[in-house]
Structures are given as structure tokens and as C-alpha cells.
């Protein structure tokens, strides 16, 4: 975690960039955030713009390789996974733009999250459970929804998501969401209204 200048990242994963109700949420939290932290550092990263490769078996022998053993192909492997649990580590607070696409997170999230997800390196297990290693640090999730999924079987992101960051070691978690949005553009404009009366009382 950063020790001077505050430092956000925000992670937007919509399909369609800036223009996506989860980036425009996630950019209102970034807004508010501002507004408490003049100098502070943003960094963008955009999933969908630029993804991140999938798993694979080549990529899973590389990451369990020990690293004095590693061909430098997948020594540069191991360095991409790296420099993403680098930059989510040098943030103080992470917003994540979280839209539902059929029912889940975007796959280009889950393929982010099976880059971060590192025995020893994010997380290790002991006698008596896994124990996160990121560090705690403050995660605003931005979630955007064309349908009405809180507190319902159909939000399936809400746990998943929570559950992978405790698991690293990150408590300290907020939802932000616009649900219904595909019902009317009156519907739409009100749910983000309400996002926004949430977001102010997170910032105050
Ligand atoms: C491919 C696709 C799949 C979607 N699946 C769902 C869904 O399962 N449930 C839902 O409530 N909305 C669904 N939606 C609507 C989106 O959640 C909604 O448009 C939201 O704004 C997406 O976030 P974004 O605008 O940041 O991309 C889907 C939209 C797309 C484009």
C-alpha cells in the first residue's frame, strides 16, 4: 500500500469502455474520491480493452515453477501475473466496475482474478485456513445490472466477488449498485440517482 500520495485503481470491465453504466458509476466514485484527495493518483485499467490472457496448463506450470527453475518464457509469464498483483497492491483503494453479463461477472474479469489468485504470493493456507497476504485496503465495487438481482439467487456476483477479495485479504468492501436499468429510462435514471445518494454518503 502506498505510504504518501493516496493512489486509486480503477477497473473498469465493461464491454463497452467508458461508455458502460459500470464505468460511469465506477468514474462517479472516482469522482468522489477526488473531491477527498485533490493530489491524489489515479490508474486505469481496462479489461476489455485490454485483456489479460486466460489461463492455461502453460501458464499454470509456469506460475507453480519455482523461480530459480523458469525458462524465460515462463519467467515472463510469471512477470505479467506479477505486475497485476503489483499495481492492485500499490493502491490504497480499488474501484471495480462490475457489470452482470448473463448472470455472472464479464469474463475478462475472471480471467484478471485467475492472475491475482497465487498460493504464497496473494494468499496461503495454514492450519487453520487460508490467510489473505495482499493487505487490507478499501474495494468499491460499481455494479450495473439491466435486471433486479439484489438479495435474490440471481446475484451471483455480490458473493463471488467478496468471497475472492476476502480471500486475498481484503475486508474492507462496498457495493455501489444501479439495478433495472434495462427497464426505462425513467427506471435508469433513478437507479443512478440512488447510486449517487450512496456514493456521497460512502465519501462524507
Ligand atoms: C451480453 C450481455 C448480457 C447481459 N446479461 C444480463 C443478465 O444476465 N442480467 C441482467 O440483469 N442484465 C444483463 N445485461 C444487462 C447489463 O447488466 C446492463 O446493460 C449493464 O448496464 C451492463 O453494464 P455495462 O453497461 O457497464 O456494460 C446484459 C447485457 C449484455 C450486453
Known sequence: ?????????????????????????????????????????????????????????????????????????????????????????????????????NFGVPSQLKAYIDHLARAGVTFRYTETGPVGLIGDRKLVVAAARGGIHLGQPSDTQTGFVKTFFNFLGIQNIEFVYAEGLAYSAEHKSKAFEQAQAVIEKLAA
Open 1 to 101: 500500500m502506498s505510504t504518501q500520495i493516496p493512489s486509486l485503481l480503477k477497473i473498469n470491465t465493461s464491454v463497452f469502455a467508458d461508455k458502460g453504466n459500470s464505468s460511469v458509476l465506477a468514474e462517479n466514485i472516482v469522482a468522489a474520491w477526488r473531491r477527498k484527495h485533490p493530489t491524489g493518483q489515479v490508474v486505469t485499467r481496462d479489461l476489455a480493452g485490454s485483456p489479460v490472457p486466460h489461463l492455461d496448463a502453460t501458464r499454470i506450470v509456469a506460475l507453480s515453477t519455482p523461480a530459480a527453475d523458469r525458462t524465460p518464457e515462463q519467467a515472463a509469464i510469471v512477470a505479467e501475473s506479477d505486475a497485476l498483483i503489483d499495481e492492485l497492491k500499490a493502491a490504497d483503494t480499488i474501484v471495480l466496475g462490475l457489470p452482470m453479463y
